[in-house]
DNA sequence: TGAAAGATTCGCT
DNA sequence: GCGAATCTTTCAG
């Protein structure tokens, strides 16, 4: 029997709303803000799966860490893709990153999906990363793809209900912001463009507020 | 055509 | 807490 964590299981999903792409904002910073709090929803054949945005990282346009910095290629043409468009890329061979298209059609800038807080389909999540540990099922840019089963497929779709990854709110009201760097980059390496719900525990890296912001 | 780096994770000590 | 694993893309020669 897996162990349970009763607070998660047991509390009832809220009434999910589905965002549409003209709500969102248009500039990567305040969209990467924005998402914090919101739902992240797919659904499958196993079921569905959502779970509660926690932390963002944002990666403007001209940024050189950001993927774009190169201009359009085969790898990133997603992030050229009006925002609201779903970016995945593989990193160090496995891990797959999760994004959000941020800026207008030809504008390369994105989003990315760190961390979320399971809210329903904990079970399917269990399975697909082969570990029961909740705190630990989608804590992590690459644990997070894999609990949501992102793949390269996905990559240059729309977030839409109609294509089984999107984004819903649910009316949860995000109090206390923190931010930081962002993690496990070199270029532009000082930007505090790292945002996370302050005192949750799915957030993946440094949580306190203003952690390494200039 | 070859080499190096990378928005990470997991296991082992 | 540290270091290896892993593989695709990009850039330089």
């Given at each position: 029997m897996a162990k349970r964590i009763a607070a998660i299981e047991t509390v009832p999903p809220r009434e999910l709303r589905a965002l549409r792409l003209?709500?969102?904002?248009?500039?990567t910073v305040a969209l990467a803000k924005f998402l914090l709090g919101k739902v992240l929803v797919r659904d499958s054949k196993e079921g569905r799966v959502s779970g509660r945005i926690v932390e963002t990282e944002a990666y403007p346009p001209g940024d050189p860490a950001c993927h774009a910095r190169s201009g359009r290629t085969a790898r990133n043409?997603?992030?050229?893709?009006?925002?609201g468009h779903i970016y995945v890329y593989r990193a160090y061979g496995t891990a797959m990153m999760l994004n959000v298209s941020s800026e207008a059609e030809g504008v390369g800038a994105g989003v990315l999906i760190r961390a979320a807080e399971p809210l329903t389909g904990i079970e399917v999540m269990r399975r697909r990363r082969g570990i029961d540990d909740v705190y630990r099922l989608t804590k992590g840019p690459g644990c997070l793809a894999q609990a949501f089963a992102v793949d390269l497929g996905l990559d240059g779709v729309a977030y839409d209900a109609a294509n089984s990854l999107w984004l819903a709110d649910d009316g949860f009201g995000v109090t206390k912001v923190g931010r930081s760097v962002r993690i496990g980059?070199?270029?532009?390496?000082?930007?505090?463009?790292r945002f996370f719900i302050h005192g949750n525990r799915w957030v993946s890296g440094p949580a306190r507020l203003n952690d390494g912001a200039k």
């Open positions: 003209d709500e969102l904002p248009h500039a043409a997603s992030l050229f893709l009006r925002h980059i070199t270029r532009n390496a000082d930007k505090p463009w």
